[in-house]
C-alpha cells in the first residue's frame, strides 16, 4: 500500500514536471503560441493599430488608455461610441483586411478573381447568418487572420 502511494506520487510528480516544460516550452503559462517574442511585439502593435483605428483615435491614446487597463469597449465609450457603432466599425474593418488579403492572394498567384470573389461571397453570406467572420460564436479559425 505504502508502495503504491510513493509509486503514484512520483509519477504525478514527473507528470507535473514533464508539464510545466511543455509549458514552458511554449513561452511561459497561459502563453501557448509559436511566435518569437519580436513576433508578438510587431502582432501587439498591430493590434494597438488597428484598434485606434476602428475608434479614430491616435496609436499613442490608446496605448495610454491600455495601460491604464482600459479595454477596446471601455475606450470606445469614453470616445461616445456605442456598442453598435463599434460593431460596424469593427465588421467594416474586418472586411477590408479580408479583400485586401484577397487581393493579395490573387496578385501573388494563389488563387485566382473569380476563386476570391466566390470567397469574398460566401463570407458575406456568413456574415448575414450571424456566423461573423471567425465562424459560429467568435471562434477562431485560422483562415485568414490570426487573432
Do not use: C
Amino acid at each position: 500500500m505504502k508502495k503504491s502511494f510513493i509509486y503514484s506520487f512520483a509519477l504525478a510528480a514527473v507528470a507535473l514536471l514533464v508539464g510545466v516544460g511543455v509549458v514552458s516550452a511554449h513561452g511561459g503559462l497561459g502563453n501557448f503560441s509559436n511566435l518569437t517574442l519580436e513576433e508578438q511585439a510587431t502582432q501587439h502593435e498591430q493590434m494597438f493599430e488597428k484598434q485606434a483605428d476602428i475608434l479614430g483615435i491616435s496609436v499613442d491614446d490608446y496605448k495610454q488608455a491600455w495601460s491604464e487597463g482600459k479595454n477596446l469597449m471601455q475606450i470606445a465609450e469614453e470616445q461616445g461610441i456605442t456598442v453598435e457603432d463599434l460593431r460596424s466599425r469593427m465588421q467594416e474593418q474586418k472586411q477590408s483586411l479580408l479583400q485586401e488579403h484577397l487581393n493579395n492572394l490573387v496578385t501573388q498567384g494563389v488563387i485566382t478573381q473569380a476563386q476570391a470573389d466566390s470567397r469574398l461571397a460566401a463570407m458575406e453570406q456568413q456574415v448575414g447568418k450571424g456566423m461573423g467572420m471567425m465562424g459560429p460564436k467568435g471562434a477562431h479559425h485560422h483562415g485568414f487572420f490570426r487573432q
